[in-house]
């Protein structure tokens, strides 16, 4: 057998580990450019996707979760395809997942019943984007986004509050504007020695001119209740949703200005204190 030379092994050693980097900077490289390549078709698809929502006019927050799912799973795909590329074996890849699925499914069982929560809620629709909606803990805010995990709120102070799905989903929701007129109620109270009848007549004059009360609506000033410092006067009518809190400041303030124009007395608490000078 002919034996090889030192100088033989070397350059055999240099072509064959020369050549091997070669080929992996070559491979690192085109897994690169299909990573680019398939992430820019995904914002094609995306944008394509949108568009065709857009021209069905589907809701808002229908389109965001779509977009959220779809982004998800065409990234998911591109893996597959890049781990292809590099010589794993889908098998492979496929077995792994789904051994780690079963372990980060119950890692993350509070992310999927998000997941389940959001799909519910595009389902139902208890709420869309824009209304305004208040959860069983007393969070409340306009509705700004629906994503597959989270729902987006925003409050009146300009604040930004994120909820689960899985908790609007399982719990209690008060959709605030799901209906396009509220009911205003405004308690005030008149002092037992102020003339009653004049003062619900003058209040629901007031409110039959009120800018924001619905004249076509029941209005409605009533005795709700006889409380320790004077009478407890209901004042009652129905005003757009979107003029609520407008119209609850408007008629508040009315309602002080016309019982002062009327002479009609606010009351506040007091005491009666009687003594008995015959007790020594």
């Not at 064959?16 to 080929?23: H, L, M, N, Y």
């Not at 986004?145 to 300009?158: A, E, K, M, S, V």
């Not at 076509?216 to 006067?233: H, I, N, P, R």
């Not at 400041?249 to 002062?260: A, M, P, Y």
């Amino acid at each position: 057998m002919k034996s090889i030379s030192k100088e033989e092994l070397d350059i055999f050693f240099t072509t064959g580990v020369s050549g091997a980097v070669t080929s992996l900077i070559l491979r690192i490289l085109v897994t690169i450019l299909i990573f680019v390549i398939g992430a820019q078709l995904i914002k094609l698809l995306r944008r394509i996707l949108q568009k065709s929502l857009e021209r069905a006019h589907v809701e808002k927050g229908v389109m965001t979760f779509v977009d959220s799912f779809v982004k998800a799973a065409l990234y998911v795909v591109l893996i597959f395809i890049i781990a292809s590329r590099l010589g794993v074996d889908a098998a492979s890849i496929v077995a792994i997942l789904g051994s780690a699925g079963v372990a980060i499914g119950l890692a993350v069982q509070g992310s999927l019943s998000n997941l389940a929560g959001g799909v519910l809620i595009l389902l139902l629709k208890p709420f869309k984007v824009g209304d305004y909606i208040i959860d069983s803990a007393g969070r409340e805010g306009t509705v700004s986004d629906i994503q597959i995990f989270y729902t987006r709120l925003h409050t009146f102070d300009n604040k930004v509050v994120i909820l689960p799905n899985g908790s609007l989903a399982n719990g209690s929701i008060v959709n605030v504007t799901a209906e396009k007129v509220r009911r205003l109620d405004v308690s005030v109270q008149v002092s037992y020695q102020s003339d009653l009848l004049q003062a619900k007549k003058v209040l629901l004059e007031m409110l039959r001119e009120n800018q924001y009360s619905l004249k076509d609506k029941e209005m409605v000033v009533f005795v709700d209740e006889l409380q320790d410092s004077g009478v407890a006067l209901g004042i009652r009518c129905w005003v757009d949703g979107a003029d609520y809190w407008a119209a609850k400041w408007d008629v508040t303030e009315k309602c002080k200005l016309t019982l002062d124009a009327n002479h009609i007395e606010i009351p506040f608490p007091q005491v009666d204190v009687h003594m008995d000078h015959n007790v020594s």
